[in-house]
């Protein structure tokens, strides 16, 4: 006759659990979460609850009782332990361990939990603006630019893709990772616009101020000797190519770090030493969002250019049409 087999107690549970984390999540995660139900252990004891006890007998209450506790903890640290032993209970009702009513847990948490503050986005706006009036001035007529050495013509070429990455960085929203992705046959130069793969694979619309496709055209026009050499079809060459001694005179796209980099650097000989970090390429973006509010006053308008899906960055509100976006953008940035 095969034993009869017992069923867990509460520690055997919460270690069950642990190890389908473990399994699943980052090293990270797991021990993050240990630490969460090691907390929630000790709620439960102050409850009577010991860990020797059948798990079986455990309820939602329990969350309840770790909801309140977690007053003293951060936010932060509140949403994570509550993610973690929510589910732990989920993972009671999935194995069948103990009879847990999943609807109670959410409405718990949706009553009890604190709700995560909205921080409005901090960033220097005039230094930003000072950051591209020095950036406009970065041109043909730069101090690399009457150089006729091979090097001055790389610092030229330099100073015509920072200009034009910087513009486009305040002018379009776009994040880095997307700037540096671009390719030259994304930009449709009649309408201004270009179709990129955004956040979360998706598909969307990008329009360029005329100031931005003044600086991308004469950068591309620099570089034309450059891209004409290649041996590639234009369209598929990269929007910002590198210019150092590792890409020679290879047509190379610029990596995200690059991009960092190439903020990084003009906000220093813009702003001097003492704005080292202060502004970050993300800076751009918030720039790019309060320019359209500020001008317009229009949260629909600022969410859809600047493709936020998340009501916690600005509101979730109707598709605008393209007709709507290019008529409020243009009115914007064309004034």
Known sequence: ???????????????????????????????????????????????????????????????AWMLSYLKVFSSSTERLYTQAVKGFYVYLAAEKIADINLPRLDLFVKNRARKPGQRLPQFPRDDIERVLEFAVQLSDNSPSSPLRSAQGETLRLRDLRDR???????????????????RRGDIDWNEGRAVIIGKGDKQAVVRFSTRSLRALKDYLSARAALDGASGRPLPSLPLFARHDKGAGKKIKPITTTTGRNIVSARVRQALGEQATGRITPHSFRHYFVTTVLRASGNLKLAQELARHASIQVTQRYAHLSDDELDKGYHEIFEK
Not at 5 to 20: I, N, S
């Open 164 to 182: 034009a990455f910087l513009l486009t960085l305040a002018d379009t929203g776009l994040r880095v990772h997307e700037a540096c992705n671009l």
């Open 1 to 63: 006759m095969e034993p009869t087999q017992t069923a867990p107690t509460v520690a055997e549970a919460v270690q069950g659990y642990l190890k389908t984390v473990r399994e699943a999540r980052s090293e990270n995660t797991a021990r993050a979460y240990s630490n969460a139900l090691g907390v929630f252990m000790r709620v439960l004891k102050e409850h009577w609850i010991e860990p020797e006890l059948p798990a079986a007998g455990l309820t939602e209450d329990g969350l």
